[in-house]
């Protein structure tokens, strides 16, 4: 695994309609994202690895068999679903230790000022009016981008925290107490967070 | 030859539909999400509505059959119908579908029922349309 390239940005898009989960999939993909549709709330935080009871699953769900490895960049979703609106999976996310930073955008058919306003202040970043342009994704990029660089900040942060490896005794031993190679250390720092830390990172930044 | 003369055509017949105002731009944009790598997009999306559609308007004749309207049901249908119709440009449905929310509000039987029909108008119109060139 060498340095790694561009890396593509995930976004999970929430709708109950097939027709407007198609057209946000192919405007999306049309971008470059990699996407995810879902058609509910639930099955989005089931996604996100997010239980009922609001832990977060250290095991969740793979849809596919490299979802465990996909991070979620962006969860854009509708408005009005049956069962949990959108606003009810925005509230859920920014409550989530382990999701609060992921960005949300809302959907909606309706222009209501309130329920836009509502949104934003409850974290939103963006709210879209339906039918959803390729304009309107391209709005997403800096929020991708942000994120992007917060976690790779947030990463340069752990790395200053690692401990140094322990002194390797006088000479004789110092064969087998060679400096732990650098995944190793990376591990026991990954075991080390608790597990709503536990994402799992390729960004620029993997170490070989 | 006749890829050239089937592209004339579906461009006379998709001038005629903007014309007429049975669809607005909103179908440009799905044109625009057609490309090389997906050439059966607009195809794809246009098919899935009709049978999303065709389905609705079965479930809302059904519905408005009833001696007492479930008003919510029927407007949740219509609620959809509107969004789906207004994702893929079908100007003349999504407009019906403004007026049909509007009688449930209301509580207007006989408004439900003629906006009702001028979905199924329009719908039928539409479809017909299309398959003279999709097929």
């Known amino acids: ?208 | 030859m006749a890829l050239k003369a089937l592209k004339s055509q579906l461009k006379a017949v998709l001038e005629s539909l903007y014309t007429e105002g049975v669809l607005d731009h909103q179908f440009d944009q799905l044109q625009a999400l057609q490309d090389a790598n997906n050439p059966g997009f607009v195809v794809e999306v246009v098919t899935l509505f009709y049978e999303d559609t065709e389905k609705t308007l079965r479930e809302l004749t059904k519905y408005l059959e009833q001696p007492i309207a479930d008003n919510q049901r029927v407007d949740s249908y219509v609620h959809q119908l509107k969004g789906s119709s207004s994702s893929i440009g079908a100007q003349q449905i999504k407009l019906a579908c403004i007026d049909f929310h509007q009688a449930c509000l209301d509580n207007n039987k006989d408004g439900c029922l003629q906006a009702l029909n001028k979905i199924k108008y329009e719908f039928y119109h539409l479809q017909s349309k299309f398959k003279t060139v999709i097929q």
């Open chain 1, 1 to 208: 695994m060498g340095m790694a390239a561009e890396a593509q940005f995930h976004v999970l898009a929430v709708d109950d309609s097939l027709i407007d989960r198609k057209l946000i999939e192919r405007l999306l993909k049309t971008s470059s994202y990699q996407v995810t549709t879902v058609d509910s709330g639930s099955k989005a935080l089931e996604f996100l690895g997010l239980r009922e009871d609001d832990q977060t699953d250290p095991n969740p769900p793979s849809v596919s068999s490299n979802h465990h490895e996909m991070e979620v960049n962006l969860i854009i979703t509708d408005y009005c679903m049956p069962g949990m609106t959108g606003y009810d999976l925005l509230k859920k996310i920014k409550e989530s230790s382990s999701l609060k930073d992921i960005p949300v955008v809302i959907m909606s058919s309706e222009n209501v000022p309130s329920r836009i306003s509502r949104c934003l202040e409850e974290g939103a970043e963006e709210f879209f009016l339906k039918p959803v342009q390729l304009s309107d994704v391209n709005r997403l990029r800096p929020h991708l981008l942000k994120g992007k660089l917060k976690e790779q900040q947030e990463q340069l942060q752990i790395e200053q925290l690692l401990p140094l490896p322990p002194p390797p005794p006088p000479a004789v031993q110092q064969q087998q107490l060679q400096p732990q190679p650098p995944s190793n250390k990376r591990k026991a720092i990954e075991e080390g967070l608790s597990p709503e830390r536990r994402r799992p990172r390729y960004s620029g930044l993997a170490m070989v």
